[in-house]
């Protein structure tokens, strides 16, 4: 990135916002498609975009993840781009309440993969519990989306 890249990119980049350890950026089809939906049906916010790159740095909460077009700036291309993209992973998500993105989704009428459930996990002598649902965003990428249940002893 050249000295205008950086300088832009910082312009752009909330002072106080910190990355997380480990942030996935997935390629996606189409850059305004994808910001409507992880905004207006999601509640995604856009810490910062580069238009110009179809690249965006979303977050929910503590959850962040970064978006970027196939074929506009760079592109990480390890094979063939079909849908769905994202084969054999889902983005597990953490909300306070997952009932406000499930009636903002219906109201918008986007299906969901999964539909609500409550899910114990076994994790050593515990259960975790999530209530919890599933929905492709436009490429296919699962996002399973779950508000914490609490414990309980197997």
């Not at 916002?17 to 942030?23: H, I, P, T």
């Not at 238009?51 to 929910?60: I, N, Q, R, V």
Request: charged share 30%; glycine share 8%; net charge neutral.
């Amino acid at each position: 990135m050249g000295e205008v890249g950086k300088l832009k990119y910082l312009n752009q980049c909330p002072a106080n916002m910190k990355s997380n350890a480990l942030v996935p950026e997935i390629c996606i089809s189409d850059f305004d498609k994808s910001v409507k939906f992880y905004t207006e049906r999601l509640g995604f916010k856009i810490e910062y975009k580069r238009e110009e790159e179809g690249f965006a740095f979303l977050s929910l909460g503590k959850a962040q993840i970064m978006i970027d077009q196939i074929d506009k700036g760079r592109t990480w291309k390890t094979g063939d781009f079909e849908y769905p993209l994202g084969r054999g992973i889902n983005f597990q998500i953490e909300v306070d309440k997952i009932q406000h993105l499930l009636d903002n989704l219906k109201k918008h009428n986007v299906k969901l993969f999964l539909e609500p459930e409550e899910k114990w996990y076994r994790k050593k002598e515990t259960q975790v519990g999530n209530k919890q649902f599933l929905v492709q965003d436009p490429d296919g990428y699962l996002l399973r989306f779950f508000e914490d249940l609490g414990t309980k002893h197997s």
